[in-house]
């Protein structure tokens, strides 16, 4: 594939990539998208991660500590099983707070593609 091009689009409502150009090169070239791995799960939890901080000033102090606690929890090398419930409490929070939560109510719904990819 050295030297191959390659042009990739997407909607991002699926999470997944928007926009690469570029060309491929070397022996250990690739292309990460939906099923990239832990990788892909990393940077969905890095966005949301980034979603949650945006929210977090405009909430109150109980449901702030809710937000960290479950923040800690949110391991890209965790199973499903253990993203679970971290992902539901900020969830459940960013439903709460309306139109300011839903960012990370998008990021969430990345994590979880990322994970099912």
Same mark, same amino acid.
């Given at each position: 594939?050295?030297?191959?091009?390659?042009?990739?689009?997407?909607?991002?409502?699926?999470?997944?990539?928007?926009?690469?150009? $570029?060309?491929?090169?070397?022996?250990?070239?690739?292309?990460? $998208?939906?099923?990239?791995?832990?990788?892909?799960?990393?940077?969905?939890?890095?966005?949301? =991660?980034?979603? !949650?901080?945006?929210?977090?000033?405009?909430?109150?102090?109980?449901?702030?500590?809710? =937000?960290?606690?479950? !923040?800690?929890?949110?391991?890209?090398?965790? $199973?499903?099983?253990?993203?679970?419930?971290?992902?539901?409490? =900020?969830?459940?929070?960013?439903?709460?707070?309306?139109?300011?939560?839903?960012?990370?109510?998008?990021?969430?719904?990345?994590?979880?593609?990322?994970?099912?990819?």
């Amino acid at each position: 594939m050295s030297g191959d091009h390659f042009n990739i689009q997407n909607n991002l409502r699926g999470g997944d990539v928007n926009q690469v150009f $570029g060309d491929v090169t070397g022996a250990n070239a690739s292309v990460g $998208g939906r099923n990239a791995g832990t990788g892909s799960i990393a940077t969905a939890i890095g966005e949301l =991660i980034a979603a !949650v901080n945006a929210l977090r000033p405009g909430l109150e102090e109980e449901d702030d500590r809710v =937000i960290e606690g479950a !923040v800690e929890r949110l391991d890209p090398a965790a $199973g499903a099983d253990q993203l679970s419930g971290p992902l539901k409490r =900020i969830a459940g929070i960013a439903t709460y707070v309306g139109e300011l939560g839903v960012p990370v109510i998008r990021a969430v719904k990345a994590v979880q593609s990322a994970m099912n990819g």
